[in-house]
């Protein structure tokens, strides 16, 4: 059963192989990028990221690093 992570990744993925419009495979990997942003939205949307939570381990992570 597809859930939002996964429709927002394909999305992700099928937005970014029409920008690059199969010109250059090279720039496939943008796919790969493309798919896991919209992946990570889904994430986010669905409750299951707290952004708030990865602020605050960012922050302490920099703090321990002084």
């Known amino acids: 059963?597809?859930?939002?992570?996964?429709?927002?990744?394909?999305?992700?993925?099928?937005?970014?192989?029409?920008?690059?419009?199969f010109d250059n495979f090279g720039y496939a990997v943008l796919c790969l990028v493309g798919a896991?942003?919209?992946?990570?939205?889904g994430a986010v949307l669905q409750g299951e990221i707290d952004l708030g939570d990865v602020q605050a381990r960012i922050q302490r992570s920099q703090g321990v690093s002084r």
């Open 1 to 21: 059963m597809i859930n939002l992570k996964h429709y927002l990744g394909l999305l992700g993925f099928l937005f970014v192989a029409a920008w690059i419009g």
């Open 36 to 41: 896991a942003v919209f992946y990570a939205i």
